[in-house]
């Protein structure tokens, strides 16, 4: 029996969009960052524990008929990385029935991220911003403590999926594509990179942050355009692709 306990938001039974195939998407409550254009700030602050892992397994069990051969599991948040403990115990559970494994995450945790990297076999890993001052200005956080978590799983050969959400004004220019090609560069290995995402930033939050009384810095923020997002997407992809 495992009583290890986590606060967890919501479980998407299968969910599509984070990882590969069909997947159980956790998502846990708790972040250190304060994205401005988070949208699920009520995920913010850590919650009562509210599952075992004896619980969750035995609801992914049920659904991990429907994960074919791609799908499995996809730990998010909030900031998954605040419940490492309960992750190593779920997920040391979940490799004993062959289950796919991936990390969505910042990377703002606590350090030490060896033993739970170990056991994933996809980290999606969420790009903020690119310069120490930018970072800081989007998100509350340091770049310093997500490059940190960058390097362990580069140690340790993990594979990765890149995503950035477009912000009008911040990220939408090709001068900034041309920085985050060099930044990519810099600091993933490229050879484990499998996918690059771009999301155009959307209103979908707003409600949340005026029905939980949260001030929203992005109050007045247009959402970005889709089009304009594909075609800076095509225009990073070209430079990415041409000096590998
Ligand atoms: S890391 Fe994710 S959950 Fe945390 S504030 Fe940023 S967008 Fe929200």
């Not at 995920?43 to 429907?66: A, C, G």
């Not at 403990?85 to 796919?100: A, P, R, T, Y």
């Not at 996809?122 to 310069?131: E, R």
Request: proline letters at 3%.
């Amino acid at each position: 029996m495992n009583t290890c306990k986590a606060s967890i938001s919501a479980i998407e039974s299968l969910g599509a969009v984070d990882g590969p195939g069909l997947r159980t998407v956790l998502f846990f409550n708790g972040c250190k960052l304060r994205c401005k254009y988070c949208h699920n700030p009520e995920n913010w602050r850590m919650q009562e524990d509210n599952y075992t892992v004896d619980e969750i397994k035995e609801k992914i069990l049920r659904f991990k008929p429907y994960y074919g051969e791609n799908g499995g599991v996809t730990f998010s948040g909030g900031e998954p990385l605040l419940h490492s403990d309960f992750i190593i115990e779920l997920s040391k559970v979940l490799k004993n029935d062959d289950i796919h494994l991936a990390l969505d995450t910042a990377g703002i945790g606590n350090g030490n991220y060896d033993e739970l990297l170990k056991l994933m076999d996809l980290i999606i890993f969420d790009i903020k911003d690119i310069t120490d001052i930018g970072y800081k200005m989007l998100t509350g956080g340091s770049i310093n403590s997500s490059i940190e978590f960058i390097e362990a799983a580069k140690r340790l050969s993990k594979k990765f999926w890149i995503r950035l959400v477009i912000v009008p004004g911040i990220h939408d220019t090709k001068e900034y594509m041309e920085n985050l090609n060099k930044y990519i560069k810099k600091h993933f290995d490229l050879k484990a990179i499998e996918r690059i995402e771009f999301l155009p930033y959307h209103k979908l939050g707003t409600e949340k942050y005026e029905k939980y009384h949260i001030e929203n810095p992005y109050k007045d923020m247009e959402a970005m355009d889709k089009n304009k997002c594909d075609e800076l997407y095509n225009y990073f992809m070209k430079i990415y692709e041409s000096d590998q």
